[in-house]
């Protein structure tokens, strides 16, 4: 067992670059000493990538209330390749800097969405980085100290352990958990425990869920080399659920690391599109991986609750773009 297992660490960005600075002046301060940030750029427009490279060479502070600006560690080096090039490239003479002076941007040409963007990081920080670990970590987060050092003692506890998650606090009320592990419920509903609750004992047991989100998740090699990463059909939402139950067939276990703990925004641009998605990929996880019972009280609990619930209040609202989303996301879920 090593000692410092090597982590690549991959942050998505898609027009979102003010987010993805303090995330990553935040995760320039931890004290694990052994990992490699990865930036992904998914086909921005809004000059996402200048910006991260003016952060980079000390040209924008960042200011938050978690931490203080650090001007010690810049310029920090970076590496960049559009994504044709990652097929290619091999490990280069910056992977010799230490952790909190490198980082490598990769540059998408088009938005491949949350799944198929984070498939592109990890594809290529298995073939040119080999590490023993691959963190996903949203771009809208910013990290505690130790947060990864507690990720990586949780995993190396328990060889069957493919995937672990932190603790996640709201970011403008970091007192309140937004999650702390996933369960799936009586109806085959997915929920995050704890969530919109005040921090108390239940929430400090380490132990195994369901299901964990996206928001982060420490996936160990193995696992990513046997399930091959994030179903792409997905684009986004519901990706870390169906990771999570392909994860729990293969007979890897999923633990939720309660001193590993993370601030998270929440993006205006994901909560604007999740009522489709949701819905749709829902339907997909359920028809893919429930038992019959299972399935059947999941789509009883969709087809005479959430979709007369939904559908009504949006045509009441006068909402009937969201009406017809709706109409549209159940169709797709038991078409595809």
């Known amino acids: 067992m090593k000692k ?62 978690f931490f203080e600006y650090n001007p010690m560690n810049k310029p920090i080096r970076y590496m960049e390749y559009n994504r044709e090039a990652v097929e290619t490239e091999e490990r280069k003479e910056i992977q010799e800097l230490s952790s909190d002076r490198k980082m490598i941007i990769i540059r ?13 990081g990890m594809r290529y ?42 603790k996640i606090y709201y970011y403008d009320r970091p007192n309140i958990i937004a999650s702390a592990g996933g369960k799936i419920n009586f109806f085959g509903v997915a929920y995050q425990v704890g969530e919109g609750e005040r921090e108390g004992e239940r929430h400090e047991k380490l132990e195994y869920s369901e299901w964990l989100t996206g928001t982060s998740l420490l996936l160990s090699r193995e696992l990513i080399c046997n399930i091959e990463g994030f179903d792409s059909n997905f684009f986004v939402f519901e990706e870390d659920l169906d990771l999570c139950l392909k994860a729990a067939k293969k007979g890897f276990k999923i633990s939720y690391a309660p001193k590993a703990k993370i601030y998270h925004k929440g993006s205006v641009y994901t909560k604007l599109i999740r009522g489709y998605f949701t819905v749709k990929n829902r339907m997909i996880v359920a028809r893919r991986h429930y038992r019959f019972g ?16 939904s559908l009504i209040y949006n045509v009441l609202s006068m909402n009937f773009d969201r009406a017809l989303e709706l109409i549209k996301a159940v169709k797709d879920g038991i078409k595809e």
Request: aromatic letters at 14%; one cysteine or more.
């Open 4 to 65: 410092w297992p090597e982590v690549s660490i991959i942050i998505l960005n898609w027009n979102g670059w003010n987010d993805t600075i303090g995330c990553l002046e935040s995760l320039y301060r931890i004290t694990y000493p052994n990992y490699e940030i990865i930036v992904i750029d998914n086909g921005s427009k809004d000059e996402s990538i200048e910006k991260i490279k003016e952060w980079a060479n000390g040209k924008i502070e960042v200011k938050s209330k």
């Open 294 to 309: 299972k399935r059947f009280l999941f789509f009883v609990y969709i087809f005479l609750y959430i979709f007369p619930r």
């Open 125 to 166: 920080a298995l073939r040119a980085l080999d590490p023993d670990y691959i963190l996903l970590l949203n771009n809208d987060t910013v990290v505690e100290s130790k947060f990864l050092s507690e990720l990586v003692k949780v995993a190396e506890g328990d060889e069957k352990i493919g995937i672990v998650g932190p």
């Open 108 to 120: 998408n040409e088009r938005n491949y969405g949350f799944a198929e963007g984070n498939n592109i």
